[in-house]
């Protein structure tokens, strides 16, 4: 059998998996997307960065310029149409292509149950999950297309793939970018693009903190997580440099959630008072 364009040799010399690739990670000056940012780095990419807040996007720049990689940080929001095409006329007009796109770009702010919600909350959670995905992803894509290659990333949430009875218009728009993602994997594979999603939970970030008040009960852990810890920015940023470089070259059209292990449970929690796993319990 033939071991196909890549053998093992060439396998073993990927120690940096972006060499020379143009990936753009929106909201990749903190938490998850910088982690992204910073790992894409080191792996060889030139990263550009769309960011809202002028204080992450220069200090993600400045702690990755310090160890070697190259950056630049375009402080931008994502959910403005004008602003996404000043983005993209700055990438393009400055490299000409774009290899990977890392859409990363979320928020489950305003939390409001759905009775409570209105067109407006609705529009809000459209604009910060959703659309911005539509419309970074146009704004590259053509560019790809006419290389002939390309990836794209979606980072969105486990609360698509799975019921989430806080806010269901939040589960809702999640879900979206993950069919979004499966239905332009199918689409785009012609042109030599790959498409994919990861998604997140459990993972400690500025945005949500899983760790402040339940410094008592660090021990259940093993029931929230069948892993059994609390989720970093790099957990996911590994899998993400997975999907974005070839040692996933045959991959495009899934979602991954990263979530040590919360959507495989289901509705299942490992109780240690009991030592098996519950469906119910008045105490774990």
């Not at 019921?163 to 979004?180: L, T």
């Not at 993400?240 to 449970?265: C, M, Q, R, W, Y």
């Amino acid at each position: 059998m033939s071991n196909g364009p890549h053998g093992i040799a060439d396998i073993a010399d990927w120690n940096r998996l972006l060499e020379g690739r143009v990936a753009v990670v929106t909201g990749g000056g903190d938490g998850i997307g910088g982690a992204i940012s910073a790992l894409f780095a080191a792996h060889g990419a030139v990263v550009e960065v769309a960011e809202i807040d002028p204080v992450r996007a220069e200090r993600i720049s400045r702690e990755v310029t310090a160890v070697g990689g190259v950056i630049r940080s375009h402080v931008v929001d994502v959910t403005i149409d004008d602003d996404v095409t000043r983005l993209a006329d700055a990438v393009l007009g400055t490299h000409g292509r774009v290899d990977v796109v890392v859409n990363n770009v979320g928020d489950y702010r305003p939390l409001v149950g759905f009775e409570e919600s209105t067109p407006q909350t609705w529009q809000r959670m459209y604009d910060v999950n959703l659309r911005h995905v539509f419309a970074v992803t146009r704004a590259f894509v053509g560019a790809m297309i006419a290389a002939g290659s390309g990836n794209v990333v979606n980072v969105h949430s486990v609360e698509g793939m799975r019921g989430f009875p806080r806010d269901p218009v939040y589960g809702a728009m999640k879900a979206a970018v993950a069919h979004f993602t499966t239905c332009l994997a199918v689409d785009l594979g012609r042109h030599g693009i790959r498409v994919n999603g990861i998604g997140t939970d459990l993972t400690q970030t500025p945005q949500v903190d899983y760790l402040t008040g339940y410094e008592d009960v660090e021990h259940l852990w093993q029931s929230w997580a069948p892993v059994g810890r609390v989720g970093w920015p790099e957990d996911q940023a590994r899998v993400a440099l997975f999907l974005a470089s070839e040692l996933s070259g045959f991959v495009t059209g899934h979602n991954i959630p990263v979530d040590g292990g919360t959507k495989a449970g289901g509705g299942w929690l490992f109780s240690p008072r009991a030592g098996r796993f519950v469906n119910r319990s008045k105490h774990l």
